[in-house]
């Protein structure tokens, strides 16, 4: 597990993969040669050879039709089209998962198209507004949660928020038009828009200013509810770029939050009562009753705290950085984790991702976001079981390490 952070030069992800890849597949070698003549090893090290060959080839075809699909989607404004776009899409890459088992690979290209998609559909929703249009000020979307930390796939509703350029009170009413059709592209094309955490509410659509007020007056007033949706915030990216908005709307929110004791506060506290997935005994933390008896809770248990751990340490160590891994990195950067703590955080993830994708995949295209979220334990392997319960420690080592970071700050 060292090559995860220890490696030097190039990515963390692919270090992780090759050496797991090759030290798997080395091991497999010498066991099938071990009673192999000389004739009979050469044979297979050349038949292995041809296997890598032919399934790297297969790997570059099927990243091609992924770069074909995107490409189309970025090429149409019509949301017959688009919604086809993302069925065949998700279908390829959740054939490319089911193949190559890699949760960093599905995240990659589900992030593109997502923001394929959604320069599409900005394009679209323009259109349909006509000249009207043509009036409104630069408009930024924004994803959250899931898609925020750059690990959206279409079993997640999508949770959105909208950044603009000055407004007149004129524009207001473009503005909100733009929105209701912008939310019923993505709906037309198979996506569920979270129905509260999304631009059609005005509360999560505003220009620069406002948010900046509504930061400052919901911080200030420390009202449980008003943290809870502020915070989210710790988790976002732009779907659509405006370099200048985008930065100055990262720096304004990462300063609000990270500078807020009481803002950080509410989010260790929600952090440390999150389930890391175990009893008090060590024991599988299953559902009792109904239609899920007997399972595991993946989401609640498991993916939740250990994504909310290291949002709350990136945001108590002034992290910037979007998604998991390359927060965690950077955490050991700062030297707020060692080495040995960021790797288990590492695996962790991966280990709960590919978990999560393996679900959905055997869902896939019906889409029952609950039902995927379950885990049935006892069907796991000996292996990926151990590996289950070692994660879930490690989630409950980060949330200690939550508390003690904290700690540090002066509270």
């Not at 992780?16 to 030290?23: D, I, K, L, P, T």
């Not at 498991?302 to 910037?320: E, K, M, Q, W, Y």
Request: with cysteine; proline share 3%; aromatic share 8%.
């Amino acid at each position: 597990m060292t090559v995860l952070v220890t490696a030097k030069g190039g990515d963390i992800t692919a270090w992780r993969a090759a050496g797991e890849f090759g030290a798997t597949f080395r091991h497999a070698l010498l066991e099938r040669s071990a009673h192999c003549r000389s004739e009979e090893a050469e044979g297979l090290f050349d038949g292995a050879c041809q296997a890598l060959e032919a399934l790297a080839a297969d790997n570059d075809e099927q990243v091609a039709r992924l770069g074909q699909i995107a490409a189309q989607a970025a090429a149409s404004v019509d949301p017959v089209r688009l919604g086809e776009s993302c069925g065949a899409f998700y279908a390829e890459l959740y054939d490319h998962f089911a193949r190559y088992g890699s949760a960093v690979a599905f995240y990659h290209f589900s992030t593109l198209f997502l923001h394929e998609l959604s320069a599409s559909l900005h394009r679209y929703a323009l259109k349909r507004l006509g000249r009207p249009g043509e009036r409104l000020p630069g408009l930024m979307l924004v994803a959250l949660g899931p898609g925020g930390r750059r690990e959206f796939s279409p079993f997640c509703p999508l949770q959105l928020l909208l950044v603009s350029g000055q407004t007149t009170n004129g524009g207001q009413e473009e503005v909100s038009r733009y929105c209701d059709i912008l939310q019923e592209g993505f709906e037309a094309c198979g996506l569920r828009v979270d129905g509260e955490i999304t631009p059609v509410n005005s509360s999560w659509r505003g220009s620069l200013p406002e948010w900046d007020r509504r930061l400052g007056q919901g911080l200030a007033r420390g009202r449980q509810r008003a943290l809870v949706e502020l915070l989210r915030l710790a988790d976002h990216e732009a779907l659509l770029h405006i370099p200048e908005l985008e930065a100055e709307f990262r720096e304004l929110v990462l300063a609000r939050l990270q500078q807020s004791q009481r803002a950080l506060g509410d989010l260790v506290a929600r952090v440390l009562d999150l389930s890391n997935g175990l009893g008090l005994m060590g024991g599988w933390r299953l559902e009792k009753s109904g239609p899920y008896r007997g399972l595991f809770r993946l989401f609640e248990h498991a993916l939740l705290p250990l994504s909310a751990a290291v949002t709350a340490l990136a945001l108590i160590n002034r992290v910037d950085a979007v998604d998991t891994p390359q927060r965690i990195r950077a955490l050991l950067g700062r030297q707020a984790l060692d080495v040995d703590a960021a790797e288990r955080l590492l695996q962790s993830w991966y280990l709960l991702n590919e978990l999560r994708l393996r679900r959905e995949r055997e869902f896939w295209p019906g889409r029952d976001r609950e039902g995927a979220l379950y885990l049935d334990v006892t069907a796991l392997d000996e292996e990926t079981r151990w590996a289950l319960r070692e994660a879930l420690e490690t989630i409950d080592t980060a949330q200690r390490r939550v508390s003690v970071a904290y700690s540090g700050t002066g509270e």
